[in-house]
């Protein structure tokens, strides 16, 4: 029956149907097919002026009512003669319960009933008979297996469903802990925002005091840096070289001291221009002798750091 009903489609308009026929032919099918229908209804037919529009809309009702119409047909006429068989074969099967003695009168009311509850559940699962014809679909027992795989089917997809379910349930057990965790350190990070900012502005305070203190320093660098050029400071002169040289200061001081308390001594002395000139010019000789002395330790201290 769907089969039947699935081929008789509905019709489509194009302008090549359009331009099939004339304007004359199509206002008389229009106007026959209303007549019908009204006649259909027991109505007359109302006045309308007949326009081009009208004409092509009407048109389309009127081959798309007499498809479905055919079709409606076509169908009914499919069940009437099913009835019929119908009717046929149930008497044949009436004659044939009476002649066992099993016509529905002489059953027992119990029997009926459960012969009821087959009828309906056959027309619930769609069967004609409780025969095993794989081949048209239509047995009890093919019928009744095939529930059964569904519900097997059924039951697997449920348990598959709930394994999901448990494993989604545990997931967002999961998830809501993390929220939770996040949301509370989200809320210590929210309250160490105050410190921190204090913090913050603190060490920028302190950054900028630095950074004064480290152009100061630099300035002070520069500035000893232009003295030590300005007195010839050169590299060469370290801290050992220094240290070398105090150590010869010393020696030449303790070298000299002699020299100079002899000179001293030369003061309480009653002037003699003679013996002053003679001391003036031993003294100039030994100081010569030290300053000489000096300057080659000096040499060798400057040779020896090279």
Same mark, same amino acid.
């Not at 379910?165 to 929220?179: D, F, Q």
């Given at each position: 029956m769907n089969e039947m009903i699935s081929g008789v489609g509905e019709p489509v308009v194009t302008d090549a149907t359009k331009g099939g026929g004339s304007n004359a032919a199509r206002i008389a099918e229009v106007k026959a097919w209303l007549a019908a229908q009204f006649d259909a209804a027991g109505k007359e037919v109302p006045d309308f002026e007949y326009t081009p529009r009208s004409i %092509?809309? @009407? #048109? =389309? @009702? %009127?081959?798309? /009512?007499?498809?479905?119409?055919? %079709? $409606?047909?076509?169908? &009914?006429?499919?069940?009437?003669?099913k009835a019929a068989e119908y009717r046929s074969q149930a008497a044949r099967?009436? *004659?044939?319960?009476? =002649?066992?003695?099993? $016509?529905? *009168?002489?059953l027992p009311s119990n029997v009926v $009933? +459960? $012969?009821?509850?087959?009828?309906n559940v056959a027309n619930l699962l769609n069967i004609r008979d409780t025969e095993l014809?794989?081949?048209?679909? /239509? /047995?009890?027992?093919?019928?009744?297996g095939d529930i059964s795989l569904r519900k097997t089917g059924v039951d697997e997809k449920r348990a598959k469903v709930h394994k999901e +379910?448990?494993? @989604?349930?545990? #997931?967002?057990?999961? %998830?809501?802990?993390?929220?939770t965790y996040l949301k509370r350190t989200l809320a210590q990070l929210e309250d160490d925002v105050a410190p921190c900012d204090a913090q913050m502005e603190n060490w920028k305070t302190n950054l900028g005091v630095m950074a004064s203190k480290e152009r100061q320093y630099m300035q002070q660098y520069n500035n000893y840096k232009a003295l030590l050029n300005r007195v010839g400071y050169t590299p060469e002169i370290n801290h050992g070289v220094l240290v070398e040289m105090a150590e010869h200061r010393k020696d030449l001081e303790k070298k000299t001291k002699p020299i100079l308390d002899t000179l001293r001594s030369y003061?309480? @002395?009653?002037?003699?221009?003679?013996?002053?000139?003679? &001391?003036?010019?031993?003294?100039?000789?030994?100081y010569a002798a030290a300053e000489k002395y000096l300057e080659d330790v000096l040499q060798s201290a400057l040779a020896t750091s090279d």
């Open positions: %092509a809309h @009407l #048109y =389309n @009702l %009127a081959t798309v /009512s007499q498809a479905k119409t055919q %079709a $409606a047909n076509i169908v &009914a006429n499919d069940f009437r003669q099967i009436r *004659e044939i319960l009476e =002649n066992v003695g099993l $016509a529905q *009168e002489s $009933a +459960s $012969a009821q509850v087959l009828a014809k794989k081949q048209n679909g /239509s /047995s009890f027992l093919v019928a009744m +379910s448990k494993t @989604l349930l545990e #997931y967002t057990r999961k %998830a809501i802990a993390r929220l003061q309480d @002395l009653p002037p003699d221009k003679a013996l002053a000139a003679l &001391a003036i010019e031993d003294k100039k000789r030994q």
